[in-house]
Nanobody, 123 residues
Framework: QVQVVESGGGLVQPGGSLRLSCEFS???????MAWYRQTPGKQRELVAH???????NYTDSVKGRFTISGDNGKNTGYLQMNSLRPEETGVYYC?????????WGWGPFINYWGQGTQVTVSS
């Protein structure tokens, strides 16, 4: 089993910054990591995605303000969020795609989710 734990959320003023962390543990082969957010009244949306080869993609609204990164040695990923806006208030979730050794070979990639961390952007 892969455990995923987010941290770093909190209250920040508009225009401020936060860095979210995503720690994942277990015996697995890492494939990719993504950050999603669920804002009030909206469906969960993909914010940023990074592959094991460090190829990153972002939703248009955060380009130039958010940066996703990973530290394979620490099994930790990050989302640096700058110039935060009130409408970005919500719960941020880390998603890790990983595969496990089955004894006879690698299994399929499976999505693992954390419990989420609350981000509130308000003055």
């Amino acid at each position: 089993q892969v455990q995923v734990v987010e941290s770093g959320g909190g209250l920040v003023q508009p225009g401020g910054s936060l860095r979210l962390s995503c720690e994942f543990s277990g015996s697995f082969s890492f494939g990719a990591m993504a950050w999603y957010r669920q804002t009030p009244g909206k469906q969960r949306e993909l914010v940023a995605h990074i592959t094991s080869g460090s190829s990153a993609n972002y939703t248009d609204s955060v380009k130039g303000r958010f940066t996703i990164s990973g530290d394979n040695g620490k099994n930790t990923g990050y989302l640096q969020m700058n110039s935060l806006r009130p409408e970005e208030t919500g719960v941020y979730y880390c998603n890790v795609q990983a595969k496990k050794w089955m004894g006879w070979g690698w299994g399929p990639f499976i999505n693992y989710w954390g419990q989420g961390t609350q981000v509130t952007v308000s003055s």
